[in-house]
C-alpha cells in the first residue's frame, strides 16, 4: 500500500523559506515509474499544482511559482522535498505531496500539513 | 495555458438523484490527460476518473466520465449520501497540470 506523509513546520514568516518533506512507503521513490508532486489548497479555495519531481529527470514546475520553488527527493530516505522562498501571506494553504503517474493524474496523496505565513 | 471551467459552482440534488458536471477546457486536450478527483472536507483529493473515463482503483460503477475535444463530463447515476463532495477536474499540459475550480455537490 503506498502512502505519503507531509512534514515541516505549520508557521513560516513572512520573507522566509517554506519547508516541506514528504516521506513516502510502499513504494521506491528512484523506480522511474512515477514523478512525485506537490499541490497546495487555500482555505475554501481550489487546488494549485506547484511542481514535480522525478528521479532521471529535472523537476518542473507551476510558471507561476517557478523562481521561488524547489523540489529535490532523496532517494536514500525515499523523500522528496518542496522549497517555497520569500512566502507572503498568500501562500498559506494546506500542502499536499501525491504520486503522480505518466499521464500525469495524481493517484496517491499524503493527508495534507497546514502552513501559515505569519509573524 | 489551458483553463479548465467547471460548472454548476454548486450543484444542489438529492440522494438517488443523477449528477451531471461538466469540465470545459478553454481548447481541445487530450482525453488521455484528463482526470477528476472527489474531495471531502478535511480529507485530500480522491481520484475517480482517469484519462477521461476510466474508473480508479476501488471507485463504485455509479461514477462515470466521457467527454473529448473541450467538453468532459462526470456522472454519478445514483447519488448515495458519501458523494455530496467537492469534485475537480484535472488536465496535464505542455508540462503543467492544472485543476478546474471545482463543483459543490450539496444535498
Redesign the interface.
Known sequence: QVQLQESGPGLVKPSQTLSLTCTVSGNSISSGSYWW?WVRQPAGK????IG?FYTSGSP?Y??SLKSRVTILGDTSKNQFSLKLSSVTAADTAVY?C?R??V?????Y????TLVTVSS | ?IVLTQSPGTLSLSPGERATLSCRASQSVSS??L?W?QQKPG?????LI??ASNR?TGIPDRFSGSGSGTDFTLTISRLEPEDFAVY?C?H?GT????????TRLEI
Open positions: 508532486s481550489g487546488l494549485e499544482w514535480r518542473m507551476n510558471p499536499y501525491a503522480t503517474t499521464t500525469m493524474f495524481l493517484d496523496w499524503g493527508q495534507g | 495555458e488521455t490527460y482526470a478527483y480529507q485530500a483529493p480522491r481520484l482517469y484519462r480508479a475537480f484535472q496535464y508540462s503543467v497540470i492544472t485543476f478546474g475550480q471545482g
